[in-house]
């Protein structure tokens, strides 16, 4: 199972991607956790990658397209791998194929912009041990408050509505282009191109991990 999964920030591809990575016995390939992995070895391209972020400036696409294909060269991506968070670009996607890093399915959760945002909007937490609540959908026992230590919860200034916004205006702007570049190419033919599926990421999480899980079994 070679797996890119798609959709906007908030739309739970990380949950999903816990459980398919359970039910594939294949790694999540994350581009941050590859650098630092490269930085931190002293590599080739975690050096020339450390020079560019020292200078504040973005890794070039050939570095990471790079980092990629050493991290699918490991054992653990023998059965396959999970691509969340990448591709981000049109760039990116064009580079992966034209590398020939394989991809079975690319895999949409949508998810509506207002139901991101009340998701996320509504969420606090409790500095102190980490547990998450949620005003509407996991609220504690008494508002505000966690339920263990009686404490005041806090919201996250990641989690206010007009941060979540400018996110998925950085999305809309940048990545969902990437929606219709996955879905031409299943629908093309061409040898090597992906199955392209899309499931609703609204409902219980177990009703999405089912329909993501069918989704990938045709």
Avoid at 9 to 21: D, L, R, S, V
Avoid at 81 to 89: I, Q
Avoid at 170 to 180: A, C, K
């Amino acid at each position: 199972m070679r797996l890119i999964l798609l959709g906007a920030p908030g739309a739970g591809k990380g949950t999903q991607a816990n459980f398919i990575k359970e039910k594939y016995n294949i790694p999540q390939i994350s581009t941050g956790d590859m650098l630092r992995a490269a930085i931190k070895a002293g590599s080739e391209l975690g050096l020339a990658a450390k020079k560019v972020m020292d200078a504040g400036g973005l890794v070039s696409d050939d570095i990471i397209i790079g980092l990629v294909k050493d991290r699918l060269t490991q054992p653990d991506c023998a059965q396959g791998y999970l691509f969340d968070g990448f591709p981000r670009t049109i760039a990116q996607a064009d580079a992966m194929k034209d590398s020939g890093v394989a991809v079975d399915y690319v895999l949409e959760i949508a998810v509506p912009d207002e139901s991101i945002i009340e998701r996320i909007d509504g969420r606090r937490c409790h500095p102190g041990s980490g547990r998450v609540y949620h005003v509407k959908f996991n609220p504690p026992k008494v508002e505000g408050k966690d339920d263990v230590t009686g404490e005041d919860l806090v919201q996250r200034d990641d989690d206010k509505a007009e941060v979540v916004k400018k996110r998925l205006d950085v999305y809309h702007s940048q990545t969902e282009v990437l929606l219709g570049y996955y879905n031409d190419w299943a629908q093309s033919g061409q040898a090597g191109a992906p199955k392209y599926r899309r499931i609703e990421g609204v409902g219980p999480v177990e009703e999405i991990r089912d329909a993501a899980f069918a989704a990938l079994s045709k």
